[in-house]
């Protein structure tokens, strides 16, 4: 199994950026395909980013162009780059991962809060 822990998250003025961060550990990070999700007060949690084990990506709507995944296998980390922050980006960010090819098994981090105010 994978254990994974998110980091990046704060305090940020609308329109800013940044970066969260997403370790893993206990596995081969390589053969897992992973994602970023966020829930914000009050909501259900939602899917905000997916990349691959082979390096595919795609993004919910509401943050297409404005934030981009990505992966470094040789560290066992993934990353999210927020741009343009907006105020109802405001949410717990969470990765998570499962082994590609559809695996039912989800493993989750505990997640990072990040804050979109002025």
């Known amino acids: 199994q994978v254990q994974l822990v998110e980091s990046g998250g704060g305090l940020v003025q609308p329109g800013g950026s940044l970066r969260l961060s997403c370790a893993a550990s206990?596995?081969?990070?390589?053969?897992?395909?992973m994602t970023w999700h966020r829930q914000a007060p009050g909501q259900q949690r939602e899917l905000v980013a997916v990349?691959?084990?082979?390096?595919?990506?795609n993004y919910a709507e509401s943050v297409k162009g404005r934030f981009t995944v990505s992966r470094d296998n040789a560290k066992n980390t993934m990353y999210l780059q927020m741009n343009s922050l907006k105020p109802e980006d405001t949410a717990v960010y969470y990765c998570?991962?499962?082994?590609?090819?559809?695996?039912?098994?989800?493993?989750w981090g505990q997640g990072t809060q990040v804050t979109v105010s002025s």
């Open positions: 990349i691959l084990s082979g390096g595919s990506t």
């Open positions: 206990g596995s081969i990070f390589s053969i897992y395909d």
């Open positions: 998570a991962a499962a082994l590609r090819g559809g695996s039912p098994k989800v493993y």
